[in-house]
């Protein structure tokens, strides 16, 4: 069973630029959530799917973050200007069903931004 | 909101040592999940517990959840080089009904010395 996808791996961008984040989730997998994890710290959810609805975003810094999953399949996370506090890693993860218990993560993306 | 603490912070230890990680909540879960991420990957599930006082074993590995469900401890007896990483738990949320977020502590980074 091929794993969550995520691309590109790495991006270093300027600060007030955009970037946006690709996200392939686990075949069957309903729920599918961002996270970002600031480096020394855990995965912090920024926005939850289930299927192509949203379930949680409540985190999301919305005049920046925006994110869709428009075929309730694959996904995009996209930042819209940068600050310099947006650099972390950004995590895709995917479940079968709402309530699992558990998420299997992506490799995530690095965000580097100057 | 619900807060996972995790101690010690950061361990470094020889090998065939053995040791002990805590993450302790003031908030009852009804699961609690441990996860093991290596640099530049996402983590990487190494085991549920959903019952007050469960002990489950992998390898090396000993978990055990907490009576009241506040609490989790992983063992590892005779640590490996392999065993290095970023330790992450995550408890599932207590009332039924309710997303399937998961909240995760900043997590323990192991380093196992040759």
């Known amino acids: 069973e091929a794993g969550v996808a995520q691309s590109p791996r790495y991006k270093i961008i300027e600060k007030r630029q955009s970037v946006a984040f690709w996200c392939n989730p686990i075949?069957?997998?309903?729920?599918l959530y961002w996270y970002q994890q600031i480096l020394g710290q855990g995965p912090k959810l920024l926005i939850q799917?289930?299927?192509?609805?949203?379930?949680?975003d409540s985190q999301l810094p919305k005049d920046r973050f925006s994110a869709e999953r428009l075929k309730g399949v694959d996904s995009t996370l996209k930042i819209q200007p940068a600050k310099l506090e947006d650099s972390a890693v950004y995590l895709c993860?995917?479940?079968?069903?709402?309530?699992?218990?558990?998420?299997?993560f992506g490799p995530g993306t690095r965000l580097t931004v100057l | 909101t619900q807060l996972l603490e995790q101690s010690p912070q950061f361990l470094s230890i020889q090998e065939g040592e053995n040791l002990t990680v805590y993450c302790n909540s003031s908030?009852?879960?009804?699961?609690l999940q441990w996860y093991r991420q290596e640099p530049g990957e996402g983590p990487v599930l190494l085991v549920t517990v959903v019952t007050g006082g469960e002990v489950k074993k992998l390898k090396r590995l000993t978990f055990q959840f907490g009576d009241a469900r506040k609490d989790s401890s992983l063992h590892i007896t005779a640590a490996q080089p392999g065993d290095t990483g970023l330790y992450l738990c995550?408890?599932?949320?207590?009332?039924?009904?309710?997303?399937?977020?998961?909240?995760f502590g900043k997590g323990i980074t192991l380093s196992v010395r040759p």
């Open positions: 075949s069957g997998h309903a729920t």
């Open positions: 993860a995917s479940n079968r069903l709402r309530d699992a218990r558990s998420e299997y």
């Open positions: 799917f289930q299927n192509n609805g949203v379930v949680d």
């Open positions: 995550a408890g599932g949320p207590h009332k039924t009904g309710a997303n399937s977020k998961l909240t």
């Open positions: 908030s009852v879960f009804s699961s």
